[in-house]
């Protein structure tokens, strides 16, 4: 019977993370559809390199709206709904720029798209890990990375089955259709329950352990969860009830987040919001938006002509990092967090290096005297450095992040880690094309193995383990024990100041 239920609530918590993660998928088609639909948009709109690179990379600047938003939008109306803003957004911005007739209004529609990405980065992670069992949080977790990853396939798809279209109709068909899946995603909300460490936030306690019982492996861990959820939020364990009112003195929690986060904050919490930065910012720094925006330019340098191999070529790109994300998502729970990094991480490093290797003899030949295992090194490195990249620095962003900060902070901590992100991004996305003018294409990328380099000294450094703890014990991990917030808030219910409502 406890094996039954075990396996009927993994099934539910899978459904969950399924359902969260499809924002995600619409964030990846908006990445992936860009790299080919750019050649186009190029022509058509006659734009020169440098708008070529502030289109591309501008959705991230863009999504800090929505990262930062979304944080204050998931602790206040739940993580759930916070989805639908996303969904609306990704809609809203694929019709703008499937309709438009100008640079101007296709920049329009990027920001608008971009709100939804940075709601859609930040929230589809947050809430699979709040909803997830410890014995399973890394392979859930995983679930919006591989999302991102198979939403970049179908953009590159939509590339190519697309492009045969006229120009003029091809790239605006590609980013149109963007628009249906929005529609689904907002439907499918109804189907997924609030996270339970929201509602024991908002004092709801019967509704928490209602949702804890639905995805706990035992109702024992059920009830151990519920408590641990209790402590971490500075409810007393004595105080129960079906709902507890929570008194307008709280106010000022969001502040007391920041100066916990930023201003003031705790070695222990400095410990993690340097993690969490650190680790964002190294994803984007080695390079990989070089290579999934920029593919068919990469390739192109690496020897491959004609738009149909560009494409293929770059599908296969899409199929790399897809099949080895869901190798990751296999492994995050067996392997550990480390492992996963630190060898996929070393891999990014020689790959790179090869691939910069490649594109330096390629550069250097003769258009007529290409050696063929140059081209052949440059495909190879570009196809390994995914597969690297999608095994464990891809995946391990949003599944480490979401993991490491306490409750009170996770929402607004996952958002500044976001922001990092999202400007590492787009200063790599826009700057791309200017570097390989400056330092040759092959030289931007021994530049990121350099980066790539550092941040394996970082990660060895700086990030434990974390692999089948809750999340409230992996707060002890970096050293934490109650935070002040925390402190506060007990201190407050035994003053009276929160009780349980009649």
């Given at each position: 019977m406890a094996v039954d239920l075990k396996k009927?609530?993994?099934?539910?918590?899978?459904?969950?993370?399924?359902?969260?993660?499809?924002?995600?998928i619409i964030l990846g088609y908006d990445i992936g559809v860009m790299s080919g639909a750019s050649l186009y948009i190029k022509k058509d709109l006659e734009i020169t390199d440098v708008q070529v690179e502030i289109l591309m990379g501008i959705l991230n600047i863009y999504s800090l709206v929505g990262?930062?938003?979304?944080?204050?939008?998931?602790?206040?109306?739940?993580?759930?709904?916070?989805?639908?803003f996303a969904a609306a957004f990704f809609f809203a911005g694929a019709l703008l720029m499937g309709f438009s007739?100008?640079?101007?209004?296709?920049?329009?529609?990027?920001?608008?798209?971009?709100?939804?990405v940075g709601y859609a980065i930040m929230i589809a992670p947050v809430y699979t890990a709040e909803i997830s069992p410890a014995s399973s949080?890394?392979?859930?977790?995983?679930?919006?990375?591989?999302?991102?990853?198979?939403?970049?396939?179908?953009?590159?798809?939509?590339?190519y089955a697309f492009a045969r279209l006229p120009l003029s109709l091809g790239w605006r068909v590609m980013l149109g259709v963007g628009a249906a899946p929005s529609v689904l995603l907002a439907l499918m909300v109804f189907g997924m329950p609030e996270s339970p460490r929201w509602l024991v936030m908002k004092g709801r306690l019967a509704d928490a352990k209602a949702v804890l019982e639905k995805i706990a492996d035992t109702p024992e861990e059920a009830s151990e969860r519920l408590a641990d959820i209790k402590a971490a939020a500075g409810i007393p364990d004595d105080l129960d009830g079906d709902v507890v009112t929570v008194s307008r003195k709280r106010g000022g929690e969001e502040g007391q987040v920041w100066r916990e986060l930023v201003v003031s904050p705790t070695p222990a919490m400095r410990r993690i919001v340097l993690a969490a930065v650190g680790l964002h910012f190294?994803?984007?720094?080695?390079?990989?938006?070089?290579?999934?925006?920029?593919?068919?330019?990469?390739?192109q340098s690496a020897g491959i002509t004609g738009d149909d191999q560009l494409?293929?070529?770059?599908?296969?790109?899409?199929?790399?990092?897809?099949?080895?994300?869901?190798?990751?998502?296999?492994?995050?729970d067996r392997a550990g967090?480390?492992?996963?990094?630190?060898?996929?991480?070393?891999?990014?490093?020689?790959?790179?290096?090869?691939?910069?290797?490649?594109?330096?003899?390629?550069?250097?030949?003769?258009?007529?005297?290409?050696?063929?295992?140059?081209?052949?090194l440059c495909v190879a490195s570009i196809l390994a450095y995914v597969a690297f990249f999608s095994v464990g620095l891809g995946p391990m962003s949003g599944v480490y992040t979401s993991e490491i900060f306490p409750l009170r902070a996770r929402a607004l901590g996952f958002a500044v880690a976001v922001a990092c992100n999202r400007v590492t991004s787009g200063v790599i996305s826009m700057t791309f094309l200017s570097l390989s003018s400056a330092i040759t294409i092959g030289g931007s990328f021994f530049l990121y193995a350099a980066i790539s380099s550092l941040a394996w000294v970082f990660f060895f450094t700086c990030l434990p383990e974390t692999r089948g703890q809750t999340l409230e014990e992996i707060g002890k991990v970096f050293g934490m024990d109650d935070t002040p917030m925390e402190a506060e808030d007990s201190a407050a219910y035994s003053e009276g100041l929160l009780a349980t409502s009649p």
């Open positions: 009927k609530n993994a099934s539910y918590a899978f459904t969950c993370a399924i359902l969260a993660s499809m924002a995600s990262s930062f938003a979304a944080g204050r939008t998931a602790d206040w109306i739940g993580r759930r709904f916070t989805v639908v007739v100008d640079y101007a209004t296709l920049m329009i529609g990027r920001f608008v798209a971009g709100i939804g949080r890394g392979f859930l977790t995983s679930f919006p990375e591989v999302s991102i990853n198979l939403g970049i396939l179908l953009g590159y798809v939509s590339n190294f994803q984007q720094a080695s390079g990989v938006d070089s290579i999934v925006l920029y593919s068919p330019r990469v390739f494409l293929g070529t770059t599908c296969a790109v899409g199929v790399a990092k897809t099949v080895f994300i869901l190798v990751a998502a296999f492994l995050l967090r480390r492992p996963l990094l630190l060898t996929s991480t070393g891999g990014m490093v020689v790959s790179l290096v090869g691939l910069a290797t490649g594109l330096t003899v390629v550069g250097r030949s003769p258009d007529a005297q290409v050696p063929s295992w140059a081209v052949g």
